[in-house]
């Protein structure tokens, strides 16, 4: 073994055990040969025997230095994805960049990354997690995910490309390459929806957790759910078209398992007589309310409902159950520091949420029913009982279509249901990790990569036993803590106001200075004036605008507006990242970039202010509603 195969692997071992396993018990020389070219060591070239193609078809040297001039136009990127590493060489010499700060490389073929981790020294990339490496097998969606959202890097999103390293790899592996790409895509369509792009839906959202924070209090705190599962399997009833096939098979093991239901599927349930012993809701918005107010307060009665603290008053006036507020796992939520009452929502739908219930309450087996994510065959796109009808969501151009249960052929499904899709995807394949099967007992919509595929009725036989199940003992804090609480909840409220009004000033007084500068600019450009700009001038707004940034992307401020800013801010920021990376090599180059950066901020800083002083507005409003607090801090 060489010096420098060990250290990598060392290295390796620390980030990636599985793929140091492989590399170190491979056998060597199988399919490829190592040629020297000229009389310079490092000049080496690898050739596959079996398809008689080198993986460089001059010099390795010659065209590593070719590359190297081709990729001047990448030198600002902080993350380059490959696909090939070749002889590893060209992929140490980036390196000699600190822009890069991450390299990800997938190489396809083992043998080629050992012949590479024996020719350089890549150890500390690895120890600090600047070159990851992976094999195609090893990429998986929630991996994908990881990588795309990681905070470093999320802003440059947009600069993504996947460069193939040679032709070799185009050649040999073209249909692999378009399967990787396809998949980043996806992952970065992912990240940028879980931003979203809506700050008047988050200022609801606010607004609503504000206001329910009383509420939330003086009920049942979530953190002493953690694993309290009262039967060893877990339902999750969802309202998909297929539902009301499975619902005759639920009623009779009702009693021997946990049923978790999603907020529309409880009016459905009743009639049916099947009584679920949770049920989740998630939507902000109050048509919600009618899931409840379709159900009768006796049918009601005992169920634990676990609602989002910031849905709707009249959501969680027709919830008659044992009342859960559970705070979505949000910046906002986090700032006011009442973990006992729990994070629970990551996901975007009801059924995403069941999901993650079901993790924290510690179910090792979970089924899924009515989990179409899809239309049905006939072009409905709900159960049967819906209160809002079978056919509520009616087909659109924009529709897409994804794998059907089962793997053959496809269905239609929309962007919203993909979107859940994606979470369930990400959440299972976390899960598998910790020894928990989620099996799809659906048998219609769409494919759910990562779950078993099996037939409710034969999943009830391998599964199901006629076990009772216990009951969940739950209590509440005491009056003391509670009232403790809502003083901290006040005060907390108070500071927030307080901390967005100073922010607001000076955001303001610095878009006045570059609006007028902006102004001056495109004056001077209708004039033909250009050689007049005060380029001093815009170098100090340039640093006062970093200096802004300083505070935005400091802790305090990201808890407090994170979620109002962030849907407006990072699509910006994702547009702004391409001028980060342009070309600056020549003294023009410089000044129009510059300039680009300044114009560009004009509107950034407005959007900024007007979306700080929105959530200003809102916080002030949701104080005024709630005299309790007023009343204990007088």
């Avoid at 048509?287 to 969680?316: C, P, R, W, Y």
């Avoid at 994070?343 to 949420?353: D, E, F, R």
Wanted: hydrophobic content about 35%.
């Amino acid at each position: 073994m060489s010096k420098i195969f060990e250290k990598n692997i060392k290295a390796l071992l620390q980030i990636n055990p599985t793929l140091a396993s492989r590399l170190f018990s491979i056998k060597t020389n199988n399919k490829f040969e190592i040629i020297q070219q000229g009389e310079d060591p490092i000049n080496l070239n690898i050739i596959d025997k079996e398809k008689k193609y080198p993986i460089y078809k001059t010099k390795p040297l010659k065209e590593i230095e070719e590359k190297r001039k081709i990729f001047k136009r990448y030198e600002r990127y902080p993350a380059l994805y490959f696909y090939g590493i070749g002889n590893g060489i060209f992929i140490k010499l980036l390196f000699a960049n600190a822009t890069h700060k991450r390299i990800i490389v997938i190489e396809p073929n083992l043998e080629i990354l050992y012949i590479a981790l024996n020719i350089v020294d890549f150890s500390e990339e690895i120890k600090e997690k600047k070159l990851i490496i992976f094999l195609p097998e090893e990429l998986t969606y929630a991996k994908s995910l990881d990588i795309f959202a990681h905070k470093d890097f999320l802003l440059f999103n947009k600069t993504y490309e996947l460069h193939i390293y040679c032709d070799y790899y185009e050649k040999f592996y073209s249909e692999n390459i378009i399967k990787i790409n396809k998949l980043f895509i996806r992952a970065i369509k992912q990240v940028v929806n879980n931003v979203g792009n809506d700050t008047i839906d988050n200022l609801i959202g606010l607004e609503h957790h504000i206001k329910n924070i009383p509420e939330m209090l003086n009920n049942y705190h979530f953190s002493q759910l953690a694993n309290k599962k009262n039967s060893d399997i877990a339902i999750i009833v969802s309202t998909g078209p297929s539902l009301k096939k499975q619902l005759p098979l639920l009623k009779k093991i009702q009693n021997y398992v946990t049923i978790i239901s999603v907020d529309a599927s409880l009016p459905i349930l009743e009639k049916w007589e099947i009584k679920p012993d949770f049920v989740t809701s998630l939507e902000r918005v109050e048509l919600t309310g009618k899931f409840f107010k379709n159900t009768s307060k006796e049918f009601q009665k005992d169920i634990i409902m676990i609602h989002a603290s910031l849905q709707h008053k009249n959501v969680l006036n027709n919830s008659h159950g044992k009342k859960f507020l559970v705070m979505r796992p949000f910046k906002y939520t986090k700032y006011y520091a009442m973990h006992k009452y729990g994070y629970l929502g990551i996901g975007m739908s009801a059924a995403n949420m069941a999901y993650e219930l079901a993790y924290i309450l510690g179910f090792k087996t979970i089924a899924l029913i009515g989990q179409d994510l899809a239309y049905s065959e006939d072009g409905t796109s709900h159960s049967e009982g819906h209160v809002f009808g079978k056919d509520e969501v009616k087909f659109k151009e924009s529709d897409e279509y994804v794998t059907k249960y089962g793997g053959e052929g496809t269905i239609r499904t929309t962007r919203i249901w993909n979107m859940f899709k994606n979470f369930f995807e990400r959440d299972i394949e976390y899960a598998k990790k910790e020894n928990i099967k989620t099996f799809n007992c659906t048998e219609g919509g769409a494919k759910i990569e990562g779950t078993i595929e099996i037939p409710f009725k034969d999943f009830i036989k391998e599964n199901v036993k006629q076990k009772q199940k216990k009951e969940i003992k739950l209590r509440k804090l005491s009056q003391k803590t509670i009232n403790k609480n809502l003083q901290k909840g006040y005060k907390k409220t108070i500071s927030m106001l307080n901390y967005g009004e100073k922010i607001q000033k000076k955001i303001e007084k610095l878009f006045l200075k570059v609006a007028k500068e902006c102004e001056n600019l495109e004056k001077l450009k209708e004039k033909n004036r250009l050689d007049k700009i005060d380029y001093n001038k815009l170098y100090t707004l340039s640093n006062q605008i970093d200096k802004l940034k300083e505070i935005i992307e400091s802790k305090r401020f990201s808890t407090i507006f994170g979620e109002t800013i962030e849907s407006y801010l990072v699509n910006k920021e994702l547009d702004l990242a391409k001028i980060v990376v342009s070309p600056a090599n020549t003294e023009i180059e410089k000044k129009a970039k510059l300039i680009n950066w300044i114009m560009n901020h004009k509107e950034w800083l407005f959007m900024l202010a007007g979306s700080i002083n929105a959530q200003n507005i809102v916080v002030k409003r949701a104080i005024k509603s709630i005299d309790f607090f007023n009343t204990n801090n007088k």
